[in-house]
C-alpha cells in the first residue's frame, strides 16, 4: 500500500515540480581570478596578488536577523592557480580584544570567531563543502547535505590555514587543494555555487555573509552565488597511500585476582586513490579500526532499544554522504574488525555511485522489535557491502536506490529498496522511501537469547499459564529470531514539509513490518508503524532587543504495530526563546499513552498482553554562554515513566548538566553529569550517576593531552524489583574508566597517539575499587599523497 501511494504520489508530483522556483536570488557571478603567484599561507597577505584581487563584501547579518547591513566591515579576497583555491579575510572589529578565539583540535572551534566558504562544487544545491577557521588557524571542516538536512563535521580534508588577530580584528587564510574536491572536470570552466559566511560571538550570535539569505527558502544551499573560474582544471590523480602501525599492551585481572597480560602489533595500510576525476577508491588492508577518541558515555539502565554510537573511523567517513538516504541503512559501526575494506564513490554529472565491501572477523547484529531491540552475535567471519545510486532527474527531483547485504555461512540479510526527494517549492518538499528485505538466520541464533539453561525449552511457546511475567525463558528477542527459514519483510517512509519563515508544517508516515531487518543499518524498531503530524509558529525581534526568535511546536502522533494493535499515542508541545548570551531555553509538556511489558512472552500480542499506561512528563532545557570561554547547558526531566522490568508506571527526576570552561586559549575543561532516579509503589528503585570528565591541553593546533574519566555509580534497591530474588540485585555498582592521551597531528591522517588507560570496578566505596584492565597503546600513521 505504501509503495502505490508513494509512487502515485511521485509520480504526480513530479509533473509539477519541474516549475518550482528554484532560481538563485543572487545573479551576480563572482570572478575568480587565475594567478601565478607564491602564497605563503601566514595570514600576513603581503603577497602583491592580494592587493590586486577584488574584495567581496561580506556585510550582510543573516541570522538572527533578516538581512540588515552589519556595523563593521568583513571582507573576502579569493584567487586560483588550477591545483589550489586560495581565500583570505580580513575581519574589522570594535573590540579586538573580545574576540573568542582558542587553540583547539580540528572540527571543535563551533562557538569561537569563524570565518570561511561554503562551496557546492556541482552547482546542483545537493552537497556544499565548508571549511572554517577561527583566528588562531583551527580548522573546522564537513559537509553539508541539503537531500538529508544533514550537516556533519565527519569528513576531513587536507588542506592550510592560518589566522593571525590584529589591532583591529583579524586575518585568515587558506589554500583549498583541488585534489580534495569533488568536481566535473570535464567543463571548460568550473561555476561553483558559493558562500562567505562569518560568526561573530557576543551577547548576540550574528551570522555575517555576502549574499541576500531568503528565510522562505529553507534550501540554504540553493541561494549560494555562482562563481567562476579554473580553466581546464583536472582533479588528476590524487593517489594518498597512509600506513599505519598500532601497538598495544594490555593487562587483565582474572576472577582468581590474577593479571595476565597480552602484547599485540597490527600493520595496515590505507589507500585513497581518484582513479579517473570523477571516481575515487578507497581500500584498506588489515586496518586498525579502533577508535582512539572514546565514545561519548551513554546512562543504558531502563533503556530497552541499543544505543547509537558515531562513526569515526576515516575509512567509512570519506564520501559518506554518497550513502546516506531517509533511513540509516549504512550503520558501519557494526562492522568491527575487518581484514580488509574498499570502496568505490563516485559522481558523473547528475549521478552519483557508491558501492564498499568488507570482510569482517566478527558478526554482531541489531536484533529489532517494537517493545525493545539487543545485539546478537554469530559465530564466524561475515561479509558487508552497500551500493547508493542517486539521479538529480531535474532542479527540484532527486530519485535514488539502495542495496545492502550482509552475509555468515548460514545467515545473510539483503536490503533492496528506492527513495525520492521532491521539491514543490522554496517551501515545500515531499520525501519517500520504499524497501524491501530478505533475510535468513542460522538454525540455533534465538539460543543466545533464551534465559533457560537447556535452550530446548525455547523451541515451542508454553502455555500462556506457564509462561507469567518475568517467570519464563522466552523474550521478544526469542521470538524474533527463532525462525530459522528464509522470510521476508518491508518499511518505507512518506513525508510532506511545509517550511516557510514563520510557519512549519509537516506529516510524516513510517512502517517497518515484523518482517522487515536491515543489519547493515541502524534500525531498531519493526513491527512499527507511525503516523505523526506536527506545526511550528515563528516570531523574530527586530534588532537591539534582548531576545532574537519565539517558537511554539506541537505535534501528535500514533504507533501501532502491523495487527493495528496500540504500541503508542503522545501529544507534544513546547515553546523555546532565544536571546542574549547565546541563550536558549525551551519548555516542553508531554501527554503519553504506552504500553509497558509484555505480560505472557511467549506471545507478541499487544491488546490483551500489556497495560497501557498514562504517562504525563514536564522537560525543561538550557542553552547559555554567560560570558567568553563559558558554555552551560542542562536538561531537566519530570514526569512519568515507565519501568519495564516491573511493567508499571513509575516517576522519574533526570538531571543533564554540562559545563564546558576555555580557562586559556590552551586549556579546556568538560564537564558531563547525568543524574536518574526513578521512584515507583512509592519507593526509590533505583539512582544511576554518570559522570563524564574531559580535560585537554593544546599545546598548538597540531598537539595536545587529554585525561579522561568516566565514572558510573548506580544504587539500587533490591526490595523494589519486583518478579526478582533480591539476592540477585546488586545494590550498588561502581565503574571507572580513565584515559590519559597525547596526540599529534600534521593532518587528519598523519598522526601520533600514545595513550594509557585503566577500568576499574566496586559495589561499595569509591575507595574500595579494584582495578582490572590497563592497557598502553601506540598509534602512527602517516599520508603521502602523489
Known sequence: ???????????????????????????????????LADIKIDAKLDEEIWQQAKPISMNNITRPYDNIANSFNTQAFMVEDGDTLYVAFIADDPDPKNIRAYYRDRDKSWGDDLIGIKIDTFNDH??????????L?????????????????????????????????????????????????????????????????????????????????????????????????????????????????????????????????????????????NTLLNATLNPDFSTVETDNAQLSINNTFALFNE??????????????????????????????????TGKYSDQT????ITDDDQTNILIPGNRGSAIATIDGKSKGSAFRYRKNVNTNTTLGLTST???????????????????????????????????????????????????????????????????????????????????????????YTHNSKYWLYKAAYESQNSGFRGDLGFIPKIDSNKFKVGGERRWFAEPDQWWTQFEIYSDYDTTHNDDGELIEEEFDIKTSIEGIYNSWLQLAYTHRNAVGSRLDKSSLAIDGNTTMFKQNVWQFNTHIKPIAGVTIDSDFIYGDKIDFSGNRNGTTYEVHPMLKWNINSHLEMKLKHSFSKLDADGANKYIARLTDLRTTYQFDLQSFLRFTMIFNNTSRNPDNYLYQDSDDIDANTKDLNLELLYGYKFNPQTVFYLGYSEHSQGEDNFDNMEKDDKSVFLKLSYASIH
Open 353 to 356: 555511485v557508491a558501492f564498499f
Open 405 to 495: 547485504y550482509r552475509s555468515n555461512d548460514d545467515y545473510y540479510n539483503l536490503v533492496n529498496g528506492f527513495d525520492g526527494d521532491i521539491k514543490l517549492s522554496n517551501t515545500d518538499t515531499l520525501k519517500f522511501q520504499y524497501l524491501q528485505s530478505t533475510t535468513h538466520y542460522p538454525e540455533d541464533f534465538y539460543q543466545q537469547f533464551c534465559q533457560s539453561d537447556d535452550p530446548q525449552d525455547c523451541q515451542q511457546p508454553p502455555q500462556s499459564e506457564q509462561c507469567d511475567l518475568y517467570q519464563c525463558d522466552f523474550n521478544e528477542q526469542v521470538l524474533r529470531t527463532i525462525d530459522d527459514t528464509r522470510f521476508t519483510g518491508n518499511a518505507g517512509i512518506l513525508s
Open 137 to 277: 588557524g583551527a580548522q573546522v571542516d564537513g559537509i553539508e547535505n541539503e537531500i538529508t538536512k544533514n550537516e556533519s563535521d565527519s569528513w576531513d580534508g587536507i588542506w592550510d590555514s592560518a589566522g593571525r588577530i590584529t589591532d583591529t580584528g583579524y586575518v585568515v587564510e587558506m589554500a583549498l587543494p583541488l585534489r580534495m574536491l569533488n568536481f566535473n572536470d570535464e567543463l571548460n570552466q568550473q561555476t561553483w555555487g558559493i558562500e562567505l559566511v562569518r560568526y561573530y560571538p557576543r551577547d548576540i550570535m550574528l551570522r555575517l555573509s555576502n549574499i541576500y539569505m531568503d528565510r522562505n527558502n529553507k534550501c540554504e544551499v540553493c541561494q549560494h552565488v555562482e562563481a567562476t573560474g579554473f580553466k581546464q582544471a583536472k582533479l588528476g590523480s590524487n593517489i594518498t597511500v597512509t600506513p599505519s602501525l598500532v601497538l598495544s599492551s594490555r593487562e587483565q585481572r582474572d576472577e582468581n585476582a590474577n593479571w595476565y597480560r597480552e602484547n599485540d602489533s597490527n600493520l595496515s595500510l590505507d589507500v585513497r586513490w581518484g582513479v579517473t576525476p
Open 126 to 135: 545537493r552537497l556544499a563543502y565548508r571549511f572554517f577557521v577561527n583566528p
Open 1 to 35: 500500500m505504501l509503495f502505490r501511494l508513494s509512487l502515485l504520489l511521485s509520480s504526480f508530483l513530479w509533473i509539477f515540480s519541474s516549475n518550482a522556483n528554484n532560481s538563485h536570488i543572487n545573479s551576480e557571478k563572482i570572478i575568480i581570478s587565475n594567478v
Open 311 to 344: 562513526e569515526k573511523r576515516p575509512f567509512f567517513l570519506d564520501n559518506s554522504d554518497y550513502f546516506d538516504s531517509h533511513y540509516d541503512l549504512v550503520y558501519t559501526r557494526n562492522i568491527n574488525a575487518p581484514n580488509f575494506g574498499a570502496k568505490l
